[in-house]
């Protein structure tokens, strides 16, 4: 099956990686492509996105000082018609599914680039979503193989609003009790249902989500 992918980014900050990548492009048969870019750190990659629309992304996972994880979501907000497929060093577990949940389209490990480089390509041009099939079966049933939506803080009670705002300033549940005039074991229960509506594990998590709201 042939496809077309006319304008393909690749984002790696050493040179023989993308020299090895457009390579791999030219022998792949099915992939019929015109303009292959380059990009070496973060600010080209934007620049290269706000100057041309590409179909492909193929984006190193750690940019010199940069992690690129943080901005897979506002690429993909951003060009949503831009394929990403994530291409690293980093394990399959536990950042594969994590990038697809902001937007990737896929997660090729470095080291699997030789052999399943074109079945990603061909996978994610498709429309499907390519991890290691290896991986894939190590999976959860029911994992979620998509873009998941942002958390809120829209969907928090106004008391559950407020003990975030407690949190993040430092107090303990037992403070917050005192504070609130409730019990700590209700503080808990809140403190519960706040992680759940948020899909987050733990009170770290919640802290540096509540912080990245205010920023």
Same mark, same amino acid.
């Given at each position: 099956?042939?496809?077309?992918?006319?304008?393909?980014?690749?984002?790696?900050?050493?040179?023989?990686?993308?020299? *090895?990548?457009?390579?791999?492009?030219?022998?792949?048969?099915?992939?019929?492509?015109?303009?292959?870019?380059?990009?070496?750190?973060?600010?080209?990659?934007?620049?290269?996105?706000?100057?041309?629309?590409?179909?492909?992304?193929?984006?190193?996972?750690?940019? *010199?000082?940069?992690?690129?994880?943080?901005?897979?979501?506002?690429?993909?907000?951003?060009?949503?018609?831009?394929?990403?497929?994530?291409?690293?060093?980093?394990?399959?577990?536990?950042?594969?599914?994590?990038?697809?949940?902001?937007?990737?389209?896929?997660?090729?490990?470095?080291?699997?680039?030789?052999?399943?480089?074109?079945?990603?390509?061909?996978?994610?041009?498709?429309?499907?979503?390519?991890?290691?099939?290896?991986?894939?079966?190590?999976?959860?049933?029911?994992?979620?193989?998509?873009?998941?939506?942002?958390?809120?803080?829209?969907?928090?009670?106004?008391?559950? +609003?407020?003990?975030?705002?407690?949190?993040?300033?430092?107090?303990? +549940?037992?403070?917050?009790?005192?504070?609130?005039?409730?019990?700590?074991?209700?503080?808990?229960?809140?403190?519960?249902?706040?992680?759940?509506?948020?899909?987050?594990?733990?009170?770290?998590?919640?802290?540096?989500?509540?912080?990245?709201?205010?920023?």
């Amino acid at each position: 099956m042939k496809f077309s992918c006319h304008n393909i980014l690749i984002v790696d900050d050493h040179d023989i990686v993308s020299a *090895g990548m457009k390579a791999l492009l030219r022998k792949c048969r099915s992939c019929e492509t015109e303009i292959v870019d380059t990009a070496l750190n973060h600010d080209e990659m934007m620049e290269k996105l706000k100057e041309k629309k590409y179909d492909l992304m193929i984006l190193d996972l750690h940019l *010199g000082d940069v992690n690129s994880y943080n901005s897979i979501r506002k690429i993909s907000d951003d060009f949503p018609e831009m394929k990403i497929l994530v291409c690293s060093m980093y394990p399959e577990d536990p950042y594969a599914i994590e990038c697809i949940h902001e937007g990737a389209s896929g997660y090729l490990h470095k080291k699997n680039v030789l052999q399943s480089f074109q079945d990603a390509i061909c996978a994610i041009m498709k429309g499907d979503i390519y991890i290691n099939p290896q991986y894939a079966q190590c999976l959860n049933y029911g994992t979620a193989m998509m873009k998941k939506e942002v958390a809120s803080l829209n969907s928090l009670s106004k008391r559950e +609003f407020e003990i975030c705002h407690h949190i993040v300033s430092g107090l303990s +549940f037992k403070e917050i009790a005192e504070k609130l005039d409730i019990s700590p074991k209700t503080v808990s229960a809140h403190h519960a249902h706040i992680l759940d509506k948020l899909s987050l594990s733990n009170t770290s998590q919640l802290i540096h989500f509540l912080i990245q709201q205010k920023n």
